[in-house]
């Protein structure tokens, strides 16, 4: 404590011409705290690990403020956005230290027209100002502090298992002086530019932008180099590799090219102090959030001109790439082929490129739940498939983070789990995007949240909570499913050929409790070579005791004439009355009005979605390519499609019936016409408030 | 040549010979005319054939038949140059084609019901409408090549022909069931195709035949069955109705029913049905080829 | 000469055994491909009618007529030989004819032969004459149209194809991707949904891609998903039949009912060769069922309790094609029945 204390009046005495008073010092770390703590909480999303509690007054904050008056936007957000990736080398260039100098913005995403004229912003300039003199003045001295440090980071590479904390602290020192060097620089560099940017010409503007844009660069690249010297020694892996992903969303959304970017890096850990590991996180985490703000202005900046966003995502890149710090960095081509320009165009909008390798990306944060973790990476393997099965997983994951949920001082029981919801529930979708069923149990857990009295304590919150979600397992999947199967059963008369596609758990039960019941009827199972979920079914069916048989889905016309009734499940209803389900059921009901066999679709009423669909292209999830191939056949001449650019695999996952193809839908309440879903979700709705 | 004889020998043809088809026996009625009644020149013969057609179609008998075979009949005698010396060379020559012809359309029916075998499979569900001779030939072929099959007959008023087809059914040990003719809608789901004969044929390819054929083909294409039309290919006509109303009058109705003037607001006898605006699941069988079209 | 008439004269040893050898050829795979067993057919009756004992019209009639059975018998969902036999009856006839000095443009009794050959209709064939050089010639003709008919069908395809629009085409047909590639600088993009047989679809993928097609590959699930996108069906298929109607591979009808609900016309490939005289009465009369671990491999447990079916074949109905590309031309399917009389006698419809 006061090491630090000692540093920061160091720091203070050495840049400022007039002392700061004990209790200006004081107001002055109040205020950061204050700002730095709403920062934080607007970003949950990024800083997931952190613990709702206030920073402890070990660590100090400095605002930088964008300094400069600024009118245009652009370049505000531009100057936020290199401060921000400033801030990043900053405090990747020292992270062993517990008191770093974090620069975090005053405003995060929108308002970065405007400057808060602070107390605090108006020093800072004041400071800054002085600084940008001195700087100019000292020219030649930023080479030899860059000298120094670099024969410190040799001297420090030697010295690699014993760091004493005075050549830390002297390193440290060295590197805060000379990082803000860097930054008077640029903010001079930058307050010229808005000086150019001022007048009116965009054109000018522009290029004047360019000039100290790149300026800039190699000033930022000269620092990179220097902290990539002083990083190699204390590689922080998992730092980078939340950067990474960071940076990964980043550039998806905004680069849509192929970027050669890096893959793996090594761990390596130096036997660091638990002290050093928690600084790590701290710096990993402002960095997240930091990247996070960048990736928000970098999406700004692009949506209001290309020109411009393409300087800087030059420079943005250039420093990732350099900051993507590893002794050996493997570069994997990541095979980015991009599925635009010649391929299918028609699934860009929900282009998710199945990467196998995103499962390893995960952020680990260590606030979620095993359970929600667990969960997360059986959707996206698929090993938890069918709209009822996700569901209750679904359910049963929350059950278990409700019960583990540890409620922090001072917060209002909803807050903070809903917060915690949130939380796993961005992880879990982006693991796979949710079906109809989830996000409508997700409403009701959240109905019933808001239900909970304001000082409830927490156990019976708790109790009430997961008795809540069991009830919600009872009476819409269980109840629904018996109700279901009843109704059905009285259509299926002795004799009959039941056709189905694919496999639904409900469907399943229907049939199986038919069977149970006494009708003798056949089924015919049709499945599709890609997707062994037909085969399922027809192994639960056997078990069962049902006769069965097999067909190809290219064997539908073949085997239609002698089927008396197709009985189909579905994924989610949609408002217009059409059916969501696996790919193939709208091949299956346009047969079978081929032949005038009547459809029936089994959807219990939560999985009434208030969606709009009329086909296959607005919405859908597009699956491994890679099961197009066949496995069982070495030889398969699509085994390298990826390196022809000529040629794709498409893999749909849904596909959308039209409600003039089914001839009803069974639910637990009745058996409608499929039109009447609006209806149906309307009473639901008013049912149970959401 | 009176036109009661005419008429006479026509219905004579009819009563005799139970089995034979309107178109025949009035091309069978031309014939006789031709052989019983002398004349001089190929001008008088055409005269007398004509009115003997227009005697024909006073008789109370479908006269879609008997004019598009009528018709058929002139064009074939007539159809290359008689360059010959004298007149009764001529007739001799005409009388042999007439011949020809005739027997030509004899056979029709039994090369009609062969090539109709091959649709009637074992264990099928027929729906027929009203009596069709050829349909009824089918069926008994079918019966012979040892086919098991049923079929649904229509009632088919007014005159309940389609009761006597029954008879005939049963009595050839086919297992034959009669419906009302509003019945049609309800019992389409359950058969397998649906055959009927024609009384004629439309240039425009659509068929004239009893009425009530035409709500059968409607709820057979709704609920897409296939829908056979048996007949000999002298029923083709010329004439392109563009709608029912624009069928010739004496198609629809019986002569005596015209000429007492009461069929303002009556139901005509039979109708039309035009199978090529509405529906595509119709096969039709000549015996010859197309040769018109 | 009705088929049902004349007595079906025994071949010589040397006939059978051709038609053997014929028969295992195409039944153990040695012969695939339509074309390849168009042309090997009609070698093998040049072959039989050169070898012919007595040259008059009759006997050669029989003789190929003979022959036609045998194979029809042993094939009898090779659709292709029965047509190619049928139209070297149709030379013959025709030669017959030629000498007999009657117009040989109306085949068949119809009324104007009837009166035109009045006297004469029961034609008593000149058994002076030898026949075999001009069915020789007729035969050369037609091997010569069976080469010419891929290109003369791939020569349309800058007419139907054009850049940009995405043609929906199924299951693996070599006709159909010499169409798309025959299409030039019209580039279109190609939706190609796997058959039952998958390797084959992948092969196919794989080669048009790499000559420079845009391919993209699905599963055969997914055709009603896409569909709406899809600018053009075009197809191959086994045997076009009369009335218009379609047999092709399975699974082919799910795709033209899916083309009819969004109104996407359907395009079928089909050279005359293909043409056949015969109706499908029942729908599954040409059908056959392939082995049915294309559907479902013998290795999984369920396959010992089940009964797994596996078509080879599906009948598209008349209505669900909208054009039909011909050596000749384009057609639609009604006015196949045309063709098949130019190309066939009504006599011969049935060997």
Known sequence: ?690 | MKKEEVQEIFLKILREEEDVSVGVAAIKTLLTVIENYKVATVRELDLNLQLAVDAMRHCDQPVTAISSGCELFMRFITFAKLDVKSFEECEQIMLQRGRIFLDTLLEARGKVAKQSLPFISDGCKILTHSRSRVVLAAMLEAVKANKRFQVFVTYSSPDNSGKRMHKELVAAGIEATLILDSAVGYIMEQVDIVMIGAEGITESGGIINKIGTYCLAMSASELKRPVYVLTESFKFSRIYPLNQQDIPIEFKYLSSVIASGGFGEATPFSGLYTPCIHYSTLYRFGHFDTFRR | ?351
């Open chain 1, 1 to 690: 404590m006061e090491g630090q204390h000692k540093l920061f009046n160091n720091y203070l005495r050495a840049h400022c011409k007039t002392k700061l008073t004990a209790s200006q010092r004081r107001r002055l770390r109040r205020k950061t705290l204050k700002s730095s703590k709403d920062c934080k909480s607007k970003d949950t999303e990024v800083c997931n690990g952190k613990k709702n509690h206030i920073v402890p007054n070990g660590e100090l904050y400095l605002n930088v403020s964008p300094i400069l008056p600024l009118n245009i936007i652009n370049s505000s957000n531009k100057i936020v956005e290199l401060n921000t990736k400033l801030c990043d080398t900053l405090n990747c260039s020292s992270p062993l230290t517990k008191n770093k100098i974090v620069v975090s913005n005053m405003e995060p995403s929108s308002e970065a027209g405007l400057s808060l004229k602070s107390r605090d912003d108006v020093k800072a300039a004041r400071e800054a100002k002085k600084l940008a003199k001195q700087a100019k003045k000292k020219g030649t001295t930023e080479i030899q502090t860059k000298s120094e440090t670099q024969k410190l980071t040799t001297q420090k590479g030697q010295d690699l298992k014993n760091p004493s904390v005075d050549e830390v602290d002297r390193a440290e020192k060295e590197n805060k002086e000379k990082s803000l060097h860097m930054i008077k620089e640029i903010k001079s560099k930058l307050s010229d530019a808005v000086v150019h940017a001022s007048s009116k010409d965009v054109s000018n503007v522009t290029v004047a932008e360019n000039l100290t844009v790149n300026d800039v660069v190699n000033t930022l690249k000269d620092i990179v180099n220097v902290a990539k010297n002083v990083e190699s020694v204390t590689a922080i892996v998992k730092a980078m590799d939340v950067q990474k992903q960071v940076k990964n969303e980043v550039k998806k959304q905004t680069i849509n090219e192929k970027t050669p970017d890096v893959g793996e890096k090594k761990m390596e850990s130096d036997g660091k102090s638990k002290a050093e590991l928690k600084a790590e996180r701290r710096a990993k985490q402002e960095a997240q959030r930091a990247a996070k703000q960048a990736q928000q202005q970098a999406k700004e900046v692009q949506q209001k001109s290309n020109v411009k966003t393409e300087q800087i995502k030059e420079p943005g890149k250039k420093e990732d790439v350099a900051k993507e710090k590893s002794p050996k960095p493997k570069l994997i081509e990541k095979k980015v082929k991009s599925q635009s320009s010649q391929k299918c165009n028609w699934f860009q909008h929900l282009h998710t490129e199945h990467d196998k390798e995103a499962l390893r990306d995960l952020a680990i944060n260590s606030n979620l739940h095993p359970a929600v973790i667990k969960l997360g990476v059986q959707l996206a393997s698929h090993v938890v498939t069918g709209s009822n099965a996700r569901c209750i997983a679904l359910l049963d994951a929350l059950k278990k983070m409700v019960r583990d949920y540890s409620l922090p001082a001072k917060t209002e029981f909803a807050r903070g789990l809903e917060a915690q919801l949130a939380a796993s529930l961005s992880f879990l979708w982006r693991m796979r995007a949710p079906s109809a069923s989830q996000v409508n149990a997700i409403k009701h857990f959240r109905h019933q949240l808001t239900q909970l009295p304001n000082n409830v304590d927490e156990f019976d919150a708790k109790k009430k909570l997961q008795e809540e979600m069991d009830r919600y397992i009872r009476e819409q999947i269980d109840m629904a499913g018996e109700a279901i199967s009843i109704a059905v059963r009285n259509k299926i008369s002795n004799g009959d050929n039941i056709l189905t596609y694919g496999c639904s758990s409900l469907i399943e039960r229907i049939l199986r409790e038919s069977h149970e019941a006494g009708v003798q009827y056949r089924a015919v199972v049709v499945g599709n070579r890609v997707s062994h979920s037909a085969r399922e079914m027809l192994r639960r069916l056997i078990a069962a005791g049902v006769s069965c048989s097999y067909v190809d889905i290219s064997a539908l016309s073949f085997v239609m004439k002698s089927i008396n009734k197709v009985l189909l499940g579905a994924n989610a209803l949609l408002v217009n009355g059409s059916v969501l389900g696996a790919v193939g059921t709208l091949q299956a009901a346009l047969v079978a009005r081929a032949h005038n066999v009547p459809v029936l679709v089994a959807c219990e009423t939560h999985k009434f979605s208030d969606r709009v669909q009329t086909d296959a292209f607005v919405y859908n999830e597009i699956g491994d390519p890679e099961a197009l191939i066949d496995k069982s056949d070495e030889n398969s001449l699509l085994k390298d499609w990826r390196s022809n650019p000529n040629l794709n695999l498409l893999n749909l996952t849904y596909d959308v019936t039209p409600a003039s193809l089914v001839t009803a839908v069974v639910t637990e309440l009745a058996i409608l016409p499929c039109t009447s879903a609006p209806v149906v979700l309307r009473f639901k709705t008013s049912e149970y408030g959401m």
């Open chain 3, 1 to 351: 000469m009705s088929p049902l008439e004349g007595n079906l004269q025994d071949l010589d040893e040397k006939s059978i055994e051709n038609i053997v050898k014929f028969v295992s050829d195409i039944r153990t795979g040695k012969l695939q491909g339509s074309n390849k067993i168009a042309v090997a057919t009609v070698t093998l009756l040049e072959q039989i009618i050169t070898d012919a004992s007595n040259t008059s019209a009759l006997f050669l009639v029989n003789a190929v007529r003979a022959t036609g059975r045998r194979i029809t018998k042993a094939l009898p969902h090779e659709l292709i030989a029965a047509n190619m036999v049928r139209r070297v009856l149709r030379a013959i006839r025709d030669e017959q004819r030629a000498l007999a000095n009657q117009s040989s443009e109306y085949s068949g009794d119809s009324l104007q032969r009837l009166v035109l050959a009045a006297p004469s209709r029961r034609a008593t064939l000149p058994s002076h004459h030898d026949l075999r050089e001009p069915i020789r010639d007729h035969i050369a003709e037609l091997l010569g149209e069976l080469e010419a008919s891929t290109s003369a069908i791939c020569g349309q395809a800058k007419e139907h194809i054009h850049t940009d629009e995405l043609i929906l085409t199924y299951g693996s047909s070599n006709l159909v991707e010499k169409f798309l590639k025959a299409s030039g600088t019209n580039k279109p993009k190609l939706l190609l949904v796997e058959g039952p047989q998958h390797s084959e679809s992948a092969a196919m993928a794989t080669r048009l891609s790499s000559q420079g097609v845009s391919v993209t590959l699905v599963n055969g699930a997914a055709v009603g998903a896409l569909m709406p996108r899809v600018n053009k069906v075009v197809i191959g298929v086994r045997s076009t039949l009369a009335g218009g109607a379609v047999l092709g591979e399975a699974g082919l009808l799910a795709v033209t009912t899916a083309a009819r609900h969004y109104s996407v016309p359907v395009v079928v490939l089909s050279p005359l060769y293909k043409l056949s005289p015969l109706h499908s009465c029942d729908h599954t009369h040409f059908n056959a069922l392939a082995p049915p671990y294309t559907a479902m491999p013998y290795m999984s447990g369920e396959s010992a309790l089940t009964q797994v079916y596996a078509p080879m074949c599906d009948f598209v109905p008349p209505d669900h094609v909208t054009l039909f590309i011909t050596n000749l031309g384009g057609s639609s399917p009604s006015y196949i029945y045309r063709l098949l009389s130019e190309l066939y006698d009504p006599n011969d419809y049935q060997i």
